[in-house]
């Protein structure tokens, strides 16, 4: 089914260990973002993307860092993971026409 | 600064009630509206409201964009425990890059 695919489905990390997030999207969509959702928080902007090869910085960037080299893919890293970093990663995508974002299912990280 | 605020943070209600959520929002360029119905994984469209279409309804679900008092409402009639979910507000500016800004959402919970 066309969609957006987020991998792994949940990660538990140790504080300073590194991992990258994968979203893949195959509904040839230009944006492409990453938020993460914390209880009492809403949903917060990290980085996002305008088109293949560009990125940018979103509302709380810090600790993380992206790449869309392909136009279908958007991949978050996180370099050194913090407890902070704890919270379920959302991707999300959309063309210039249309309703809104299509989300992926969600990735749930832990660290400890 | 923007932001979007819902209200209230969490309701519960018995099957049958119909339920009104708010939405209030201060961004300086408005471009649309969203809201999202969250469950156990990834939101889901809902509708999104502009100035051309302040109105919609789908099924037991209506909003109403009030541009005036920069708000919104989400009304939910003859409800059923399967409308028991996060209820997400967005909001999208004239960025032309279709960054959303989210409210932290409103919990509802339909009893038996």
């Known amino acids: 089914n066309a969609g957006v695919t987020q991998t792994p489905k949940f990660r538990v990390l140790k504080t300073g260990q590194s991992m990258t997030l994968l979203c893949a999207q195959d509904?040839?969509?230009?944006?492409m973002y990453w938020y993460r959702q914390d209880p009492g928080m809403g949903l917060r902007l990290i980085h996002y993307?305008?088109?293949?090869?560009?990125?940018a910085k979103g509302e709380v960037p810090d600790g993380y860092n992206v790449s869309r080299l392909k136009k279908q893919n958007f991949l978050l890293g996180l370099e050194s993971a913090a407890p902070s970093q704890t919270s379920v990663y959302f991707c999300?995508?959309?063309?210039?026409?249309?309703?809104?974002?299509?989300f992926g299912s969600g990735t749930r990280l832990t660290v400890v | 600064e923007d932001k979007v605020v819902q209200s209230p943070l969490s309701l519960v209600v018995h099957e049958g009630d119909t339920v009104t959520l708010n939405c209030s929002y201060e961004v300086t360029n408005f471009r649309s509206l969203l809201w999202y119905k969250q469950e156990k994984k990834a939101p889901t469209f809902l509708f999104m409201l502009?100035?051309?279409?302040i109105e919609k309804k789908s099924g037991r679900l209506s909003s109403i964009l009030d541009k005036k008092e920069l708000s919104s409402i989400l009304n939910i009639t003859a409800t059923q425990t399967g409308d028991s979910a996060i209820y997400l507000c967005a909001v999208d500016e004239l960025s032309g890059t279709y960054k959303y800004i989210f409210g932290t959402g409103t919990r509802l919970k339909v009893l038996a």
């Open positions: 999300a995508s959309r063309s210039n026409r249309g309703n809104g974002y299509t």
């Open positions: 993307s305008v088109g293949e090869g560009t990125t």
């Open positions: 502009t100035s051309s279409g």
């Open positions: 509904m040839n969509h230009e944006y």
